[in-house]
């Protein structure tokens, strides 16, 4: 089956720029989440969709990121503007809804703020 | 929120011996607890899980046990081989449809030959 899609696989950007990510889950899959992954550490959780509806978006920094799924498929995750911090790879995941689903990931997009 | 640790952070072993990659877990409702393994500059896939019905669980060569009591889970590889090389992570999630990932900070495991 076709894994999950994500682009561009490389950005860099000055600070205070914009970039948006894209991807696009496993065909019928519900659930999709933005993951960020910080060199050196476990990815974390930015957002979970359930359809086009955002299940958590707690730990998202909501004052320069968002993120959207309009049509309950394809989704983007958009900085603005973006911090060195902001480094990082963006990994996007999606699974069945369900309890006793695995989580897919894309190979995410490697994000460097300069 | 859910807390997981994970240690050590870097493991050396000789091929064909044994790894072991412990996690600790600080919600006691999370019941499902996976390990994915991220090679370099690729995605994370899933090796193993386990749920919080299940104390142990084996698949050829991997194995993880888990201790609900403790709420700590580990990940066991035997007869390591090269391609065993990787950076290995644990997970916790919750109960319910949202399958949320906590994730350990990762084991950066070496199988020297």
Do not use: M
């Not at chain 1, 799924?69 to 999606?94: H, N």
């Not at chain 2, 449809?97 to 906590?102: K, Y």
């Amino acid at each position: 089956e076709a894994g999950v899609a994500q682009s561009p696989r490389y950005k860099i950007i000055e600070k205070r720029q914009s970039v948006a990510f894209w991807c696009n889950p496993i065909s019928g899959h519900a659930t999709l989440y933005w993951y960020q992954q910080i060199l050196g550490q476990g990815p974390k959780l930015l957002i979970q969709f359930q359809n086009n509806g955002v299940v958590d978006d707690s730990q998202l920094p909501k004052d320069r990121f968002s993120a959207e799924r309009l049509k309950g498929v394809d989704s983007t995750l958009k900085i603005q503007p973006a911090k060195l911090e902001d480094s990082a790879v963006y990994l996007c995941a999606s699974s069945f809804s369900g309890t006793n689903t695995e989580a897919f990931f894309g190979q995410g997009t490697r994000l460097t703020v300069v | 929120g859910e807390n997981v640790e994970q240690h050590p952070s870097t493991l050396s072993v000789q091929e064909g011996d044994s790894a072991v990659i412990k996690c600790t877990y600080s919600d006691s409702a999370s019941n499902y607890f996976p390990w994915y393994k991220q090679e370099l500059g690729k995605r994370p896939q899933l090796i193993i899980d386990i749920r919080s019905n299940v104390g142990e669980k084996k698949d050829q060569r991997i194995a993880v046990t888990l201790n609900k009591t403790a709420k700590h889970f580990s990940l066991h590889i035997t007869e390591t081989q090269p391609e065993d090389s990787a950076v290995y992570f644990c997970a916790a999630s919750p109960p319910g449809s949202a399958r949320q990932l906590t994730f350990g900070s990762g084991t950066q495991l070496t199988v020297l030959p």
